[in-house]
């Protein structure tokens, strides 16, 4: 079956840290852009970091530069997303996804989305 599956999740306090994950089952990210995304009810679906297999290039968005880090294991078949000091505006569903190309926040033009695993910054 082909899927994506993010885990890492859950409660942390402002200023802290996590780490997500996103395991590909019936394919790899390889020649792919492994990318999360994130939606909350305030912001809608926001783009947040593509790692490019094929140049290994990574572009990450501007509201989070410098505290998310994306990666990729040498298998390019698990996508990382480390998360520092976390804010309460960082509340989110966080998605990870896949496609050849640039897809940004569209949803509904990628090859690959994982079901999600939501996060929540709170004191």
């Known amino acids: 079956e082909v899927q994506l599956v993010e885990s890492g999740g859950g409660l942390v306090q402002p200023g802290g840290s996590l780490r997500l994950s996103c395991s590909a089952s019936g394919f790899s990210f390889d020649g792919l852009g492994a990318t999360w995304v994130r939606q909350s009810p305030e912001k809608g679906t926001e783009w947040l970091s593509t790692?490019?297999?094929?140049?290994?290039?990574?572009f990450v968005a501007a509201s989070v530069r410098g505290r998310f880090t994306i990666s990729v294991d040498s298998a390019k078949t698990t996508l990382y997303l480390q998360m520092n000091d976390l804010k309460p505006e960082d509340t989110a569903v966080y998605y990870c996804a896949a496609d050849e190309y640039y897809r940004g926040d569209y949803q509904n033009l990628y090859d690959y989305w994982g079901q999600g695993t939501p996060v929540n910054v709170s004191s």
């Open positions: 790692f490019y297999t094929y140049e290994n290039s990574t």
